[in-house]
């Protein structure tokens, strides 16, 4: 089960360009000490992170590929997420059902507690559009930390639209959005911005897609 564990690990290391896996430590940072993840290799992190996160390093593996934007890698290599974790104290059953699994007209899960919105609905270009105008001059750590975009991406997006900030953050959205292809949706993006520093407006506009 572990050499399996650290086999997936590190294909997933390996699948990340060299931008992308530094912001990966970076953010493993909030979790593990900077001197420990700095300046590891890809088989290296994979050893901290069998150590550090015993049987749930595939989980938050997961965790930081949806702040990066590479979902992607998720589904390729079938990576659990957290809410596939199982509760080792189940709720008191659901006195709507007499099982106390969810009753899918309720609108619930075990125990009452509403169930999130879910909108499988793709972001369209106005969406985005809404997004860009909001982002400021920060888009760039956006792009880098958040989405898990490229700074050579970035610099080509920037002389193309010198004197647009708008059209700039837009067409980083967009390349996003071609990469997440079927994903691209409000709960993805909302997934990968949560923990940026940005106008409240933009998640609560995201969330109020959620719902639609």
């Avoid at 049987?55 to 890698?73: K, M, P, T, V």
């Avoid at 969810?102 to 879910?118: E, L, N």
């Avoid at 490229?150 to 996003?176: G, H, V, Y």
Wanted: hydrophobic share 35%.
């Amino acid at each position: 089960m572990a050499r399996d564990e650290r086999a997936t690990l590190l294909e997933v290391h390996q699948a990340l360009s060299e931008e992308q896996f530094q912001n990966l430590k970076y953010l493993l940072g909030s979790k593990i000490p900077d001197g420990l993840v700095l300046q590891a290799s890809r088989p290296e992190l994979c050893l901290i992170l069998l150590q550090r996160f015993p049987g749930n390093s595939l989980r938050e593996i997961a965790r930081i590929l949806r702040q990066i934007g590479r979902s992607d890698l998720i589904q390729r290599f079938q990576l659990p997420l957290e809410e596939q974790i199982p509760e080792e104290n189940p709720r008191e059953p659901n006195r709507d059902t007499p099982n106390g699994t969810r009753d899918p007209t309720s609108g619930r899960h075990p125990g009452g507690i509403p169930a999130p919105p879910v909108n499988p609905r793709r972001l369209t270009e106005k969406d985005l559009m809404r997004v860009a105008k909001r982002l400021g001059k920060e888009w760039q750590e956006v792009g880098i930390l958040h989405l898990g975009l490229e700074q050579s991406r970035l610099d080509q997006i920037q002389e193309e639209n010198p004197n647009n900030s708008t059209m700039r953050s837009f067409e980083m959205l967009r390349d996003w959005q071609r990469r997440q292809r079927e994903e691209a949706t409000a709960s993805q993006l909302l997934a990968c911005l949560e923990d940026a520093h940005l106008d409240p407006e933009i998640l609560n506009f995201l969330r109020s897609l959620q719902g639609n």
